[in-house]
T-cell receptor, first 111, second 114 residues
Framework: QQQVKQSPQSLIVQKGGISIINCAYE??????FPWYQQFPGKGPALLIA?????SEKKEGRFTISFNKSAKQFSLHIMDSQPGDSATYFC??????????FGTGTSLTVIP | DTAVSQTPKYLVTQMGNDKSIKCEQN?????MYWYKQDSKKFLKIMFS???????INETVPNRFSPKSPDKAHLNLHINSLELGDSAVYFC?????????????FGQGTRLTVV
């Protein structure tokens, strides 16, 4: 059973555009929601994370929007750049002694 | 300095062989994990250890056996390798209780069973 559902599976965006990736979860015990970025041949690396006491967190061009009542959270990448082309994973944790990852979104930013 | 290092980076082996992947973290973290990433890039937890104690053992075949000699190391030994074991295996670590803070991942070990 997939604990965290992620969409879309792939995304193509023009340089300068906004990339939006969405995730949904069911377990209300989750209280930590990180986003990881993975480049080919590398391990995932933390991009930005949020806890449910806030509805939005921004770090540079990256913003997490969190909707606790809908059990959804999303990653927005403003002014997308070719260097942002990577696979993005949302995750959730707070119970179960592990991170539950979404299925990943392959982002391609076209110059 | 590499925070989480895995060796080897690539491993090609024949079916039926036994192999090990080593992982070391120099972050002083209490928790270490093994994740398997399949060809569709899905990340699935295999094991997690907290202070050398096994916390999670997901539905992984008995052929996979983790060993944590100290809290900075978590090695993965695989017996009787099968074609379906081909994947990228990631070691990770985090501070404190498993799943509560940022996880740092190694570069991965690409295992190919032929």
């Amino acid at each position: 059973q997939q604990q965290v559902k992620q969409s879309p599976q792939s995304l193509i965006v023009q340089k300068g555009g906004i990339s939006i990736i969405n995730c949904a979860y069911e377990n209300t015990a989750f209280d930590y929601f990180p986003w990881y970025q993975q480049f080919p041949g590398k391990g995932p690396a933390l991009l930005i994370a949020i806890r449910p006491d806030v509805s939005e967190k921004k770090e540079g061009r990256f913003t997490i929007s969190f909707n606790k009542s809908a059990k959804q959270f999303s990653l927005h990448i403003m002014d997308s750049q070719p260097g942002d082309s990577a696979t993005y994973f949302c995750a959730a944790s707070g119970t179960g002694n592990q991170f539950y990852f979404g299925t990943g979104t392959s982002l391609t930013v076209i110059p | 300095d590499t925070a989480v290092s895995q060796t080897p980076k690539y491993l090609v082996t024949q079916m039926g062989n036994d192999k090990s992947i080593k992982c070391e973290q120099n972050l002083g973290h209490d928790t270490m994990y093994w994740y398997k990433q399949d060809s569709k890039k899905f990340l699935k937890i295999m094991f997690s250890y907290n202070n050398k104690e096994l916390i999670i053992n997901e539905t992984v075949p008995n052929r996979f056996s983790p060993k944590s000699p100290d809290k900075a190391h978590l090695n993965l030994h695989i017996n009787s390798l099968e074609l379906g074991d081909s994947a990228v295996y990631f070691c990770a670590s985090s501070q404190g209780v498993a799943g509560r803070t940022e996880a740092f991942f190694g570069q991965g070990t690409r295992l190919t069973v032929v």
